[in-house]
């Protein structure tokens, strides 16, 4: 589960995403996840990281490229 100040990244189905998991966007790439940065002010997304299965290169989306939020608790 990724923890940060006081924010969660969860699934659209609200159970906690995990390091190390591959999820698909709807274009049907595959990326692992690596980490990531909650919302920064009230009208920021957030961001995550991942990595393409097959490569060391670290890219960074937008939570529901790959079907994440970041929830406040």
Do not use: C
């Amino acid at each position: 589960m990724i923890i940060h100040d006081d924010y969660k990244l969860v699934r659209t189905d609200g159970n906690p995403a995990q390091i190390g998991h591959i999820y698909i966007t709807n274009r049907l790439e595959s990326f692992e996840l690596v980490g990531g940065r909650p919302p920064q002010h009230a009208a920021s997304t957030g961001r995550v990281w991942v990595k393409v299965a097959k490569d060391a290169v670290t890219l960074e989306f937008f939570p529901s490229v790959i079907g994440l939020r970041w929830e406040k608790f």
